[in-house]
C-alpha cells in the first residue's frame, strides 16, 4: 500500500538512473586530485606546442638576464672574493690555464667558437633527439632544464659576478677581443644588449651537463655514453681557458641543475630514465598517405583486403575474360553470340581451325525450320 508501480511498454528499455554524484552520461565528474594526477602523469608531446615554449622562454631568459642592471662596482668586489678564495684553498688554476691556451692560436679560436656555438646546438639537439626517442621521457626532462635556467636567473640578480677577463690587474686576457673572434656575448660587438656581470651561475655548464647526464642515462651505445660524460667536461675547460668564468661559477651551475632534478622528481614522482619510454597515446592522430599527384609522384595502390572481391561492372569482366582466355579457345560460362552481336561477322567460319578472335554463326542459323522438317508419322 502507498507504493507505485511503474509499467515500461512492451518493446521498450528503461534508463538507467545515473548513481549519486555521476553525471548524466554515466561519467563521475573529476575530481581535483584526478585532475592533478593527469597533469602530472607524462603525455607526448605536441611539436608546435614544445617549439613554442622553447623559443619564448629563452626570450624571456635573455630579456630578464641583460634586464638586470649593472651592478660594476659589486660585481668586480665579488669577483675579487671568489679570487681570494680560489687563492686560499689553493685551486687558482685559472690564469695558468689562460695564458697556456692563448699561446696557442688554432686551439684558443676554436674554444671561442666552441664557446659561442655548442651552447645552443647541442642543448636543441637533445631535446630533439628526446623528442624523437624518449617522448615519454620529454617533459620531465624538460622540466629539468627549464627549471634550472629559472633559478640561475635569481642567482644573476642576487650575486653580480664580473667574469675574470674583466677583473682590474691585467692577469686574465680576454681571448675574444685578443683574437678577434666572436666567442662571447659580452665582448667585441655583444657588450650593449648583454650583461657582462652574469657570471655566476655559469649555464654553460648547466646546460652541458644536463646533456651530458641525459645522454649517459639513456643512450644504448657505449660511445654515446662516453661523449656524453666528455661534453661538460670540455665545457669545463673551455669556460676557464678563455677567462669567461671561475670554476665556482661551475660549481653554480651544478647547484642550479640539482634544483631543477629535484624539482622534476617532486612533480613526476621519478627521475626521467626511470619513466617509460613510450606513452599510450589516446588522442585521435591523423594518419598522413601520399595522394596522386603530391610530391610529383603516385602512391601505390593499396592492397585489396583478403576476402573481399574487387568490385568490377560486366564489361570489366569480360574484358578481363576475354584477355585471360587462350587463342581458339571458347570461354566457359560466357554467353553464345548472338547474330546482331558486333562481334560475330558474316561468313565467319565455324571450323575448329577458326582464327582467333571470331566466334561461331549461330547454331540457329542452319537449323531446319519446323515447316521443311519431314515428319516420322506415316499415313495410315
Same mark, same amino acid.
Given at each position: ?20 554524484? =555521476? ?49 660594476? =662596482? ?22 695558468? *690555464? ?5 699561446? *696557442? ?19 636543441? =639537439? ?24 629559472? *633559478? ?87 669556460? *676557464? ?67 573481399? =572481391? ?71
Amino acid at each position: 500500500m502507498g507504493e507505485t508501480t511503474v509499467k515500461i511498454p512492451e518493446g521498450t528499455t528503461a534508463t538507467p538512473t545515473p548513481p549519486a554524484g =555521476a553525471t548524466a552520461d554515466g561519467s563521475r565528474p573529476v575530481s581535483r586530485a584526478g585532475r592533478l594526477r593527469r597533469m602530472r602523469s607524462p603525455r607526448r608531446p605536441r611539436l608546435w606546442f614544445e617549439i613554442l615554449l622553447i623559443a619564448v622562454s629563452y626570450w624571456i631568459y635573455s630579456l630578464v638576464r641583460n634586464a638586470v642592471p649593472e651592478q660594476k =662596482a659589486e660585481a668586480l668586489r665579488n669577483a675579487d672574493w671568489i679570487w681570494h678564495v680560489e687563492r686560499t684553498l689553493g685551486l687558482n688554476f685559472e690564469e695558468a *690555464v689562460n695564458h697556456a691556451v692563448n699561446s *696557442v692560436t688554432w686551439l684558443v679560436v676554436a674554444m671561442n667558437y666552441y664557446y659561442a656555438t655548442l651552447h645552443f646546438i647541442v642543448t636543441i =639537439a637533445v631535446l630533439v633527439w628526446l623528442y624523437r626517442r624518449h617522448p615519454g621521457r620529454y617533459a620531465a626532462s624538460r622540466l629539468i632544464l627549464f627549471a634550472t635556467t629559472a *633559478v640561475a636567473l635569481l642567482g644573476y640578480y642576487l650575486y653580480p659576478l664580473a667574469p675574470p677577463r674583466l677583473m682590474p690587474g691585467g692577469h686574465f686576457i680576454d681571448t675574444v677581443k685578443v683574437h678577434e673572434t666572436w666567442g662571447s656575448m659580452a665582448s667585441g660587438n655583444f657588450k650593449a644588449v648583454s650583461n657582462q656581470y652574469a657570471a655566476m651561475p655559469s649555464m654553460h655548464i648547466g646546460w652541458s651537463l644536463w646533456c651530458g647526464l641525459t645522454i649517459f642515462a639513456l643512450a644504448k651505445a657505449p660511445w654515446a655514453k662516453i661523449l656524453g660524460l666528455l661534453y661538460p667536461t670540455a665545457t669545463l675547460i673551455v669556460i *676557464v681557458a678563455t677567462a669567461n668564468h671561475f670554476w665556482l661559477d661551475a660549481v653554480g651551475g651544478m647547484i642550479c641543475l640539482a634544483f631543477g632534478f629535484a624539482v622534476s622528481y617532486a612533480w613526476y614522482g621519478a627521475l626521467p630514465h626511470q619513466l617509460p619510454r613510450y606513452i599510450k597515446d589516446d588522442r585521435p592522430r591523423r594518419r598522413w598517405s601520399l595522394r596522386p599527384g603530391m610530391w610529383g609522384r603516385r602512391a601505390a595502390p593499396e592492397a585489396e583486403p583478403a576476402g573481399q =572481391a574487387a568490385r568490377t561492372g560486366p564489361a570489366e569482366e569480360a574484358a578481363s575474360t576475354e584477355q585471360t582466355a587462350p587463342a581458339g579457345q571458347a570461354t566457359r560460362g560466357a554467353p553464345p553470340a548472338t547474330r546482331g552481336s558486333p562481334s560475330t561477322k558474316p561468313g565467319a567460319s565455324s571450323k575448329p581451325g577458326a582464327p582467333a578472335g571470331r566466334s561461331a554463326p549461330s547454331a540457329s542459323r542452319h537449323r531446319p525450320s519446323p515447316r521443311s522438317r519431314p515428319s516420322s508419322q506415316t499415313a495410315p
